[in-house]
């Protein structure tokens, strides 16, 4: 049982995750809410690492092993600012930890389409572009302040949200 649901619950969790994370920008869920929403990934990331160590070795789950693991304490980050932010949506810890996710997966995309053939190549190559696309349109417009709810700053939410879903549900149909 939990074999299966390490398989197939990332197709599930990543498009929540960026789901959440633009409704956070939208101020629909509490600091309080993301601050447990983190907190459950940070158990979730762990627990996933720790439980998959050995399935993921060789090939193209080594290189999600490593996001993973990156990606742990980036997500810590973001825990960490929320827990010490004085004002809402005001850390930067929470804002590396976005900007970090928003980034991290594309290199593990990108080898995945380099790695496979046929349609698993293009599906992935599309799931790097998008998540690459998204992550620099988010970058850009964050570092040139502009608010939160702003559409281009969701746009690029959006689009890393959309590459990333399309990149682990094809893993998830595929293998």
């Known amino acids: 049982m939990f074999r299966r649901i390490r398989?197939?619950?990332?197709?599930?969790?990543v498009p929540l995750a960026w789901t959440f994370t633009i409704a956070a920008h939208l101020s629909l869920v509490t600091e309080r809410s993301v601050l447990i929403a983190?907190?459950?990934?940070?158990?979730?990331?762990?627990?996933?690492?720790?439980?998959?160590?050995?399935?993921?070795?060789?090939?193209v789950l080594r290189a999600w092993r490593t996001v993973i693991l990156v990606g742990i304490p980036i997500t810590l980050a973001g825990t960490a600012g929320l827990l010490t932010a004085a004002a809402p949506g005001s850390s930067p810890l929470a804002a590396v930890s976005v900007v970090g996710w928003t980034f991290l997966p594309v290199p593990a995309l990108w080898y995945t389409g380099r790695e496979s053939t046929g349609n698993a190549?293009?599906?992935?190559?599309?799931?790097?572009?998008?998540?690459?696309?998204?992550?620099?349109?988010?970058?850009?417009?964050?570092?040139?302040?502009?608010?939160p709810t702003a559409p281009l700053r969701l746009a690029g939410l959006a689009l890393v949200g959309v590459g990333q879903t399309v990149g682990i549900v094809d893993a998830v149909v595929r293998y």
Do not use: C
């Not at 398989?7 to 969790?13: H, V």
């Not at 983190?38 to 090939?59: P, Q």
């Not at 293009?122 to 696309?133: G, H, I």
């Open 38 to 59: 983190h907190l459950v990934m940070d158990v979730l990331l762990v627990a996933f690492v720790v439980l998959s160590w050995d399935d993921m070795r060789e090939g």
């Open 7 to 13: 398989e197939t619950g990332p197709a599930g969790l």
């Open 121 to 147: 190549r293009t599906v992935n190559y599309a799931a790097a572009a998008l998540s690459a696309l998204g992550a620099v349109v988010y970058l850009d417009v964050t570092l040139a302040g502009v608010v």
